[in-house]
C-alpha cells in the first residue's frame, strides 16, 4: 500500500506548490467492499424473487395487469439498485430542514415504519445541528444581516416573481446592476444571470458549440455540464481527471488528426474544467490548462460553482487563487448558490460573448427572469466580498473560509482519516467505502447533533462511497472542534480511521510530469 501525493508537472507555471493527496484504498477494505456490494445483491435478488410471487409486498412502481402488454414504463432491473441497496439507506437523505442553513440549523424529525419506503413526521424538531453539508461557503445564507435586510426591503417595492423573460417585460434595473457588478467582480468585460445554476450549464455549452466541435471534459464534471455537451451535438472526448498528459495527448490528436473519416480540421476545440470538483475536494490546475488551450488554440469553459467565493486572497474564485488573468478564460461560469447564499448561475467573459448568448441561449430567451429578492441577495453579498458596503467583513469571512478549512482538513488527517482533494478546498470527502458504514456514519452523527452528507455509488465509484463536509466560514472554531471530536468518537465507532501514512508533503521535491510520490510506511 502507497501513499499517493499528485505532484504538478511545472513549477514555472505556479506560484507555489500544487499538492493533492489521494490515498490508495486499503486493499482489504477494497475486497469487503466488493464482498458488502455482492451479499446485498444476492439478497436483493432473493427479495425481488420473493416480491414477484407475492410472499413479500413490493412497494416499488408497478405495470397494472391491463397494461402489462405495453411498452414497459418502469424497467425493474435498472430500479434494482434502487429497489434493494438505497431504500436500506434512504433515510440519510432529503431530510426536511426548518430553519436558515447557516452554521447550525433545526432538523425535522421523522420515522418509518415500512423500512425507508414511506416516512411520516413525528411533530419533534431536532435543534441547533452542527451543519457540515451545507455549501454555505462564506456564511451568507443568513436571516439577519445586511443581506435579509436588502432582499426584505427589494421584496416590498418589486415583489417576488417578475413573471416575465428578460427579453420581454422581465428585465429589471436590478438585473441589470447584478450583471454589472458580476462583471466587476470577475475583472471581465460583460456577464449575463440564469435563474439556474444546473441550466447555466446544460443550455448554454449547445448555444457554444455544436456539430463538428470537439469537446474535450474532464471525467468528473458535473452532470449538468455533461448533459449540456451531450445536448449540443458535438463529439465529446473525456481526459483523466486533472491530467494534463491525457489532456494534451487528446489536443494533440485532435489539432493532428482532425475530425474523423474527413479529417477536417475541428471548428472547435472547448475543453471542459471545474474549478472545484464537488466530490473529490480536488482544484484544477487551471495555470497548465491555460498553457495548453494557449498552445493548442483550443477555448476554455471553466465552472466556478463551488469555487466562486470560496478561493482567492479575494474571494474572486480560482483565477484569483493562481494569481491567473482573467482575460485567459474564454467562457467563466459560476453559480450564486453557494458562496452568495443565493439562486442562480452566470456566464462572464468577453462583451461578444454575452451578446450573443443573450439572443442565441435557450435559458435566456425562455427561462423567466430572476426573483428581485434573489438579485438583491446577491448584489448585496457581492459587494460585500469586494468592500464596497464600507466594511471588511466579506473580506474577514474569505479568510476565515481559508483558515477553517485548513484546521478542519490537518485534524482528520492527523486523526487517521483518509480526506481526498487539496488543503486549500473547503470541499472534504472523507472516505467510508463499505455500504454499511454509510448509512451508520450519517445516522450516528446525526444522534450526536452533527449533521453531514453521504455519498455512494453511482455518484461515486463502487468502492469509494465517502462523507462530504463542506466548511462555512461561519462555523467556529468551538463548532469545528466539536464536530472533529464526535467524527473521531464515531470514527473509532465505526473503524473508519484507515489512513496508515502521516502526511509529509516535502515542498522541495522537484515536479515532474504526472509523477506521484510514494511514502512508505
Known sequence: LTKKILITQNDLLYSRPFIEYFEETPMMVAVLTYMSYGILTIFGYVRDFLRHWKIERCHIASEKEEQKDFVPLYQDF???????IYMRIRDNWNRPICS???????????????????F?????????????GSYNYLGFAENTGPCADSAAEVTMKYGVGVASTRQEIGNLDRHEEMEKQVARFLGVESAMAFGMGFATN???????????CLILSDELNHASLVLGARLSGSTIRVFKHNNM???????????VHGQPRTHRPWKKILIVVEGIYSMEGSIVRLPEVIALKKRY?????????????ALGPRGRGVVDYFGLDPCDVDVMMGTFTKSFGAAGGYIAGKRELIEYLRSHSH?????????????????TSMKCIMGEDGTTIGNERVQQLAENTVYFRKRLREMGFIIYGNNDSPVVPMMLYMPAKIAAFAREMLKRNIGVVVVGFPATPIIESRARFCISAGHSKNMLDQALNVISEVGDLLQLKYSRHRLQPSSARPFDDDVYEDIDD
Open 78 to 84: 435498472e430500479n434494482f439498485y434502487t429497489r434493494n
Open 100 to 118: 436558515v442553513p447557516g452554521a447550525k440549523m433545526d432538523l425535522m424529525e421523522r420515522a418509518t415504519y415500512d423500512y425507508n419506503w414511506t
Open 120 to 132: 411520516e413526521y413525528t411533530g419533534w424538531v431536532v435543534q441547533d445541528v452542527i451543519n457540515l
Open 202 to 212: 446544460s443550455m448554454n455549452i449547445p448555444a457554444l458549440v455544436g456539430k463538428g
Open 245 to 255: 498528459q491525457s489532456l494534451e495527448k487528446l489536443l494533440r490528436e485532435a489539432v
Open 297 to 309: 488554440r483550443a477555448y476554455l469553459y471553466l465552472d466556478e460553482a463551488h469555487s466562486i467565493g
Open 363 to 379: 435559458s435566456a430567451v425562455y427561462a423567466t427572469s430572476m426573483s428581485p429578492p434573489v438579485v438583491e441577495q446577491i448584489i
